[in-house]
């Protein structure tokens, strides 16, 4: 089970899909996204799914409080 966003990264990258934009909260954003149309293709699993998201989301929320402080 996904733990983290690197974790997320080195699935995707199953699929072929590698995101760097350098900005952190966009590419959270767009791994949110792949995910969708994944999950949407019926490639991975529910659970999966909601466990990235869950991750993907948190993580956003947290990289937009750090910049709000800076």
């Known amino acids: 089970m996904m733990k ?15 995101i760097y934009i350098g900005e952190r909260a966009a590419d959270l954003e767009l791994m949110e996204a792949e995910l969708k149309e994944l999950y949407h293709a019926q490639l991975i699993e529910p659970k999966v799914y909601q466990t990235a998201i869950l991750i993907l989301r948190q993580e956003w929320h947290m990289e937009i409080e750090k910049n709000k402080q800076s």
Do not use: D, R
């Open 4 to 18: 983290s966003v690197y974790e997320i990264q080195q699935f995707l990258k199953k699929y072929g899909t590698i």
